[in-house]
């Protein structure tokens, strides 16, 4: 299956190591994601102000963190990895500029 984290551009292309830890996952104990159909409209209430985003596509076979799909914005179910995301479960990422 797959699901969708954005992230800050700054963030992605800074990160020189084999695992991505979202500051989410220190704060609240989990990475927020999403399926496709919802990341439009992730983007419009969380990122208005970002210029541009990294959209990475995940294959959550591939994960070695696990993935739990529950409530949150609205009590709509989203995915969230309880764990860091191996940057090998990234099967590819889009750049969209705002």
């Known amino acids: 299956?797959?699901?969708?984290?954005?992230?800050?551009?700054?963030?992605?292309?800074?990160?020189?190591?084999?695992?991505?830890?979202?500051?989410?996952?220190?704060?609240?104990?989990?990475?927020h994601c999403s399926f496709r159909e919802q990341l439009d409209g992730v983007i419009e209430r969380y990122y208005s102000n970002a210029e541009s985003l990294v959209i990475l596509e995940l294959e959550t076979e591939r994960l070695m963190s696990r993935v739990v799909n529950e409530p949150s914005t609205g009590n709509e179910i989203y995915p969230h990895i309880y764990g860091p995301i191996n940057v090998d479960a990234v099967v590819s990422q889009e750049i969209r500029e705002r």
């Open 1 to 31: 299956m797959l699901i969708y984290h954005i992230v800050l551009p700054e963030v992605w292309e800074n990160l020189n190591a084999e695992i991505y830890k979202a500051a989410s996952l220190e704060t609240e104990g989990f990475i």
